[in-house]
């Protein structure tokens, strides 16, 4: 009788997950297993007509000879890092000194969340105009403060502008790590801190031994959503820079859009794309399994 409710149970839950199934199947996974079927193959859509032939591997070797394909994943790579890395550094700061149970502080939270709540093309053209040569607030501030003789064009100088996109993205993605970093801190038990405290623990060793154990789960989980989204950075930088200047910032997501919708050449774009996907999900393995999941 047990084995047949447990039959009769499970026939049920699939029945009840077959729409959210089938949506997922046919918006994701088909169109990711079609994307790398036409990596393989010659397919512009400008000559849709024409016969799928196999070309054994060219669009990967065109990228490669070319040198783009390892440009647009140096480029991503050194984009994803910093700004993960400043993002998680700002984060827990603003988590601890948010974390005092104070009312005003209610609000201030509130206004932390506004740039996470902004669309990204908004934050890429609200930025574009700080950054802006001639009327932006970066410049003119730069200016008054003495810290630079003329204004600086960020966004078309090969050596600032993936950095001002990187500054953008850390605007937009703090909110994030700040909340769950915060979410963690309010979840640690008080009468750690109290006990380390008669043990004559200074606070430093409390951040080290109490609160960073602590917010290791929620840092991970954070960190690979971070190292997720900027890895496949688009709005930004197609909104900020359009991958220039010379290729300064023409990161993979970058590449994969110029070759298939501008270009139309579907082909190159799903190799660009493949060997992305490829190489963030061996590294989101690679870091769930480094990273393991800490039961308390």
Do not use: C
């Not at 500054?167 to 309010?186: D, S």
């Not at 290791?216 to 930088?237: C, D, E, G, H, Y």
């Amino acid at each position: 009788m047990s084995l047949k409710q447990k039959t009769g149970d499970t026939i049920f839950g699939t029945i009840l997950l077959l729409p959210s199934i089938l949506i997922v199947g046919g918006f994701i996974f088909l169109p990711v297993l079609q994307s790398v079927f036409y990596s393989f193959y010659n397919f512009k859509l400008t000559r849709r007509k024409d016969p799928l032939i196999w070309n054994n591997f060219e669009n990967y070797k065109n990228l490669i000879d070319t040198g783009k394909l390892q440009n647009a994943f140096g480029i991503t790579f050194k984009f994803m890092i910093v700004v993960v890395v400043v993002v998680l550094i700002l984060g827990i700061i603003m988590a601890l000194l948010m974390n005092q149970g104070k009312s005003q502080n209610r609000v201030k939270r509130s206004l932390a969340l506004l740039p996470w709540g902004t669309p990204t093309v908004i934050v890429a053209l609200l930025w574009s105009w700080m950054f802006q040569s001639e009327y932006g607030v970066v410049n003119f501030i730069l200016l008054n403060l003495h810290i630079i003789k003329e204004p600086i064009s960020f966004l078309v100088n090969p050596d600032t502008a993936i950095w001002s996109v990187a500054v953008a993205a850390t605007w937009r993605q703090l909110p994030f790590m700040f909340i769950m970093i915060l979410a963690g801190l309010q979840n640690i038990p008080k009468e750690m801190y109290e006990a380390a405290t008669i043990d004559g623990a200074s606070s430093i060793q409390n951040f080290l031994h109490i609160t960073l154990p602590f917010l290791r789960n929620v840092i991970r989980s954070s960190v690979l959503v971070a190292i997720i989204t900027n890895f496949k950075q688009f709005p930004l930088f197609w909104t900020m820079t359009g991958g220039g200047p010379m290729g300064t910032t023409e990161t993979l997501a970058i590449l994969t859009y110029k070759n298939a919708f501008v270009n139309l050449n579907f082909g190159v774009g799903a190799a660009v794309a493949t060997a992305w996907l490829v190489v963030l999900i061996i590294f989101s393995l690679a870091y769930n399994k480094i990273f393991k999941e800490v039961e308390y």
